[in-house]
């Protein structure tokens, strides 16, 4: 969600890549599903591991794993920025599909407001 929110929000700004330390190997349908609810556009997502990065550079690296659930954050090599937003990861979610579509709109309007607020 957040490569599509950087993408449309930042246009112009910012060209976003979303990787994961272990990719589930599919985009959560909820997640494109909770972009179009809110007017963005989801464009082709993939599930990709940050490995396919290696050797490539950034100007800013933003980590949304949820240290508090003992997740694995990247740590890459090189000058750049670095921004941490622990996020709640929506797709580990159980319960109601409305339970699962509320934990994808809370992480979704999350990411948006950071991205507003300290990107844009």
């Known amino acids: 969600m957040a490569e599509s929110l950087i993408n449309q929000l930042g246009k112009n700004q910012y060209v976003a890549v979303s990787a994961g330390s272990f990719p589930a190997g599919y985009v959560h349908k909820e997640s494109v599903e909770a972009l179009k609810r809110h007017g963005i556009d989801p464009g082709e997502p993939r599930s990709k591991s940050w490995d396919e990065f290696t050797g490539d550079t950034f100007d800013l690296v933003i980590t949304v ?3 508090a659930a003992n997740e694995s954050c990247p740590a890459f090599l090189g000058n750049y920025q670095k921004r941490h937003w622990s996020t709640p990861d929506p797709a580990k979610v159980e319960g109601s599909d409305e339970e699962v579509r509320r934990a994808f709109d809370d992480a979704l309007k ?4 950071r991205i507003e607020e300290e990107l844009l």
């Open 65 to 67: 794993c949820d240290q």
């Open 110 to 113: 999350l990411l948006k407001s």
